[in-house]
């Protein structure tokens, strides 16, 4: 029996199980995915904290990354604050 492994399950396996930092161009790239902003997004609805850490590079190049790290307390708070909403 196979699983089918989509293209979106493999950015978050890179990003939250092998702690790896990829740009919007490396997801584009490495794994065929057009809009990574909204891979990202898919993820992030499904309960994980991926955030976007922007640097500049030796150009003054803006460059950002998404990573996975831990939510943080107010994160927590609104996500809390929303389900009593009923959000």
């Known amino acids: ?10 950015v978050f396996e890179a990003l939250v199980v092998r702690g790896e930092e990829l740009t919007a ?4 790239s490495r794994y065929g ?3 990574p902003h909204d891979a990202v997004y898919q993820i992030r609805q499904n309960g994980y904290a991926i955030y976007l850490n922007e640097k500049k590079n030796s150009k ?4 950002g990354r998404y990573r996975a790290g ?6 927590v708070a609104a996500g809390y604050r929303a389900l009593a909403a009923g959000l």
């Open 1 to 10: 029996m196979t699983t089918n492994t989509t293209k979106v399950d493999k």
């Open 25 to 28: 161009s490396q997801i584009k």
């Open 70 to 75: 831990k939510p943080s307390k107010n994160l």
């Open 33 to 35: 995915i057009a809009n």
């Open 60 to 63: 003054g190049e803006t460059i």
